[in-house]
Nanobody, 118 residues
């Protein structure tokens, strides 16, 4: 059974850092695209980072608002992917979801809250 289980997140001050982990099971992580969405209160869910399929990936796409501040990565042997968030801003406050698309279906993590506030 395919599962994505998130951990991390929490509360940070503006300019601070947080990290998110997504533990994957039930599929071969390097065969499919994976990544991170977020949904802020009252807003639509938006794609934050998309990691293409493959063993060694360098062409990771980011939404413009997080470029240079967020880094997405994966560790295929550990079946885990990550989102490192630096220089956080209040606008980064949202529930973050890891995802993958397998055989035409999108799977989601349970969501984890990130709050950036002074």
């Amino acid at each position: 059974q395919l599962q994505l289980v998130e951990s991390g997140g929490g509360v940070a001050q503006p300019g601070g850092s947080l990290g998110l982990h997504c533990a994957a099971s039930g599929f071969m992580m390097d065969y499919y695209a994976i990544g991170w969405f977020r949904q802020a209160p009252g807003k639509q869910r938006e794609l934050v980072a998309s990691i293409p399929k493959g063993e060694h990936v360098t062409n990771i796409d980011y939404i413009d608002s997080v470029k240079g501040r967020f880094t997405a990565s994966k560790d295929n042997p550990k079946k885990t992917f990550y989102l490192e968030m630096n220089n956080l801003k209040p606008d980064d406050t949202a529930v973050y979801y890891c995802y993958t698309e397998v055989n035409g279906r999108t799977y989601w993590g349970q969501g984890t809250q990130v709050i950036v506030s002074s």
